[in-house]
């Protein structure tokens, strides 16, 4: 990595006259700088993102702060998180054509991005605050994580190559460090950066931290999050790093992304529409009970996981050009059959993974550092309590009986259940 010296953080007044020099940039606002407008929009926990617009179009500029936006220049972060930013992104735009924002310029001493403004789009979480629905979403979310996740691993990739970007992106310690410690540990005891609402949850806080066999399972995933370097994750794909606009839907913000275990991604994802579906209780008003809307996130859920298998599985029986389960073992020596049982015990350690690291994410949002939206916004303590004690009681079984769910049918079960309980 280069050295980063003449860093300089852009803003809205200096951002024309630094940029005017790139063509890349030009080509797209024209050169008269008086015509552009610049908007700092970053609301996200890390870095400035600035979208400029002047009579021709408009661009994307997001750049890495030092430090941790969400907590200040106590937290110093490194600006090399926008390099794994833009090799993620990059690899992603080939893994999955059309499901990331097309990037226009990379300038690594700056720590930024020009990139795709996406327009009508806004952030997926808006969505599930507001009870708008998305046809094909889950779909597309479940082809997205199907696709880099398999290309990204050795049933894909050509081993020399994977193993030079595995070595490329172990770099990314800083960023793997924050979710080793807010998803993973700080949760688990009274840390503390650690928030919760107060005092509702106060008892099932204690609990949770009163739970070994919790604790060790959440161990047991951080372990897997450690140590199986098996695909090129995302690193941080919950319904913030979604952009949406009726029924198109973009992946963006892979600045955590690492080599990591498949089940991270989409457990991460189903998480969120976990949080998203507890919360909607508090967002219902007299027309409109958020019962459909409800529903609808189940179906989401649903199609996550279908698609995601649906397109493994083609990619499993087309694309297999890695080292793992060569042809020469099993088609070449008519023990085709084999493979399919392979691929089912593999796409089954993916679910059970992807429920355990659900029940982490779960737990991490509702009583670490960073929450979601969809909670934070409940005004009434006492309804915000409600919804998120639901969540976390789902979040245990999900975490402690990974291995006995054997269906999103059962998850939604379980999810009635909880709700009903917590609610009585
Ligand atoms: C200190 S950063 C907190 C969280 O924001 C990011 O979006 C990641 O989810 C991280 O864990
Ligand atoms: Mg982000």
Redesign the pocket.
């Known amino acids: 990595m280069s050295n980063t010296q003449g860093y300089a953080p852009l803003d809205s007044e200096t951002l024309p006259s630094r940029l005017v020099s790139l063509p890349v940039v030009t080509e797209q606002l024209g050169e008269d700088i008086r015509t552009w407008q610049v908007r700092e929009v970053g609301d996200?926990?890390?870095n400035l993102v600035f979208i400029v617009q002047s009579g021709t179009a408009s661009i994307v500029v997001k750049q890495a702060l030092p430090y941790?936006r969400?907590?200040g220049d106590s937290?110093p972060?490194p600006l090399s998180r926008s390099f794994y930013e833009y090799h993620a992104l990059s690899r992603q735009a080939v893994r999955a054509p059309g499901a990331v924002p097309g990037i226009l310029h990379f300038d690594e001493e700056q720590a930024l991005i020009v990139m795709e403004y996406l327009s009508p789009h806004h952030i997926l979480r808006h969505s599930l605050q507001q009870g708008l629905i998305h046809e094909t979403l889950g779909e597309t979310l479940g082809q997205f994580c199907a696709d880099t996740l398999f290309k990204g691993s050795d049933y894909a990739m050509d081993a020399a190559t994977r193993k030079h970007d595995v070595g490329l992106f172990s770099g990314n310690t800083a960023?793997c460090d924050?979710?080793e410690s807010?998803?993973f540990t700080d949760p688990f005891f009274d840390a503390p950066m650690n928030r919760h609402t107060s005092p509702q949850l106060d008892s099932v806080v204690a609990d949770i931290r009163a739970d070994v066999g919790l604790k060790l399972a959440a161990q047991r995933m951080k372990l897997a999050f450690c140590s199986q370097a098996e695909t090129l994750l995302h690193g941080?794909l919950?319904t913030?790093?979604v952009m949406v606009y009726e029924a198109d839907a973009k992946v963006i913000?892979p600045e955590?992304a690492l080599y990591g275990p498949m089940g991270f991604d989409i457990g991460m994802l189903i998480a969120n529409f976990i949080m998203a579906w507890c919360a909607q209780p508090a967002y219902a008003t007299e027309s409109d009970d958020r019962l459909a809307y409800s529903e609808w996130i189940q179906t989401v859920i649903e199609d996550i996981w279908r698609h995601f298998t649906r397109q493994f599985t083609h990619l499993w029986q087309t694309q297999r050009t890695g080292i793992l389960f060569p042809s020469t073992l099993f088609e070449d020596q008519g023990h085709a059959a084999a493979l399919d049982t392979a691929l089912r015990d593999e796409l089954h350690r993916i679910w059970t993974d992807s429920l355990g690291f659900c029940g982490c994410e779960i737990i991490?949002r509702t009583l670490?550092?960073?929450h979601i939206a969809e909670y934070d916004d409940i005004e009434n303590p006492d309804k915000r309590a409600e919804c998120e004690a639901a969540g976390l009681q789902i979040a245990r079984r999900l975490l402690v009986d990974r291995e006995r769910i054997g269906s999103t049918t059962e998850v939604f079960n379980l999810m009635q259940r909880t709700a009903a309980e917590v609610e009585t």
Request: hydrophobic share 55%; net charge negative.
């Open positions: 996200g926990n890390l941790v969400l907590v937290w972060l960023l924050i979710t807010l998803v941080d919950h913030g790093s913000d955590f991490r670490g550092l960073a």
